[in-house]
């Protein structure tokens, strides 16, 4: 049996059980603290440190961090929060984001973890590098302009569907998702639509064919409420 405990998340007493990370801990007593990389089936990565909370004046990874009785967790303070604004403007400029031209917008976690941060407009230069679209599987595309490198996609297709599909290959701003083929495409990969892999993208990077734009803009998963009040599976493995 299990002996339930509790810290502090700016004030709010959260209950927590034995091995519970501080993000588990949070998101189950309906606290939300910002995350790209993090996906509750998944085990802890702490990539996209958009998570990293306060204690005792250090910053760690709630997704990472177990979660200790009695500490006080700092999850919305202004240099938290700025903190936060700077590594997403970050990632709008070091890929191709167009939102409004996006089949994503609207239940997109990158676009709706902006928003939540104040976060209107990109503050540093763009990239506007120039990344290959893979269109080779018959169900499935991949846009390497909106891949934020969360290896979302990496984590559920080697744990969830033991195929090791996709893989990060490079270092720095030379980083990029690759596919496990010969060829490097998609469609010569083990890739199946019923995998998990084909679920978890965070952002429009991975999408399906044949039926873009199924439900209208205004009417996706975060028009109808801000991403804090979403629950997490259903901000990862929903399509638009």
Not at 102 to 116: D, H, I, M, N, R
């Given at each position: 049996m299990s002996l339930e405990r509790s810290f502090r998340l700016d004030g709010q007493e959260i209950p927590f059980t034995q091995?519970?990370?501080l993000m588990d801990a949070a998101l189950a007593a309906g606290e939300y603290i910002p995350h790209l990389c993090h996906n509750p089936v998944l085990a802890p990565h702490g990539s996209c440190r958009l998570c990293v909370v306060g204690i005792k004046g250090r910053y760690v990874s709630a997704c990472t961090q177990p979660a200790v009785a009695g500490i006080e967790v700092d999850n919305s303070s202004a240099q938290l929060i700025g903190y936060r604004r700077a590594l997403v403007q970050m990632l709008f400029v070091e890929g191709n984001h167009v939102c409004p031209a996006c089949e994503k917008s609207g239940a997109c976690q990158l676009?709706?973890?902006a928003y939540y941060l104040g976060m209107l407009a990109p503050h540093y230069t763009h990239f506007f590098p120039r990344r290959p679209l893979d269109a080779s599987h018959p169900e499935f595309f991949i846009d390497h302009n909106?891949?934020?490198?969360c290896e979302l996609c990496v984590r559920a297709s080697r744990d969830l569907d033991g195929?090791?599909?996709f893989a990060i290959a490079g270092r720095g701003t030379?980083?990029?998702l690759v596919v496990n083929a010969p060829s490097g495409r998609l469609g010569d990969s083990g890739f199946a639509a019923t995998d998990r892999a084909a679920h978890v993208c965070p952002v429009g990077a991975i999408l399906p064919?044949?039926?873009g734009y199924a439900v209208r803009i205004g009417h996706r998963l975060y028009d109808q409420q801000p991403i804090s009040r979403v629950g997490d599976v259903a901000a990862n493995e929903r399509d638009p």
């Amino acid at each position: 049996m299990s002996l339930e405990r509790s810290f502090r998340l700016d004030g709010q007493e959260i209950p927590f059980t034995q091995g519970q990370t501080l993000m588990d801990a949070a998101l189950a007593a309906g606290e939300y603290i910002p995350h790209l990389c993090h996906n509750p089936v998944l085990a802890p990565h702490g990539s996209c440190r958009l998570c990293v909370v306060g204690i005792k004046g250090r910053y760690v990874s709630a997704c990472t961090q177990p979660a200790v009785a009695g500490i006080e967790v700092d999850n919305s303070s202004a240099q938290l929060i700025g903190y936060r604004r700077a590594l997403v403007q970050m990632l709008f400029v070091e890929g191709n984001h167009v939102c409004p031209a996006c089949e994503k917008s609207g239940a997109c976690q990158l676009q709706a973890v902006a928003y939540y941060l104040g976060m209107l407009a990109p503050h540093y230069t763009h990239f506007f590098p120039r990344r290959p679209l893979d269109a080779s599987h018959p169900e499935f595309f991949i846009d390497h302009n909106r891949c934020i490198l969360c290896e979302l996609c990496v984590r559920a297709s080697r744990d969830l569907d033991g195929k090791r599909v996709f893989a990060i290959a490079g270092r720095g701003t030379g980083s990029r998702l690759v596919v496990n083929a010969p060829s490097g495409r998609l469609g010569d990969s083990g890739f199946a639509a019923t995998d998990r892999a084909a679920h978890v993208c965070p952002v429009g990077a991975i999408l399906p064919k044949h039926r873009g734009y199924a439900v209208r803009i205004g009417h996706r998963l975060y028009d109808q409420q801000p991403i804090s009040r979403v629950g997490d599976v259903a901000a990862n493995e929903r399509d638009p």
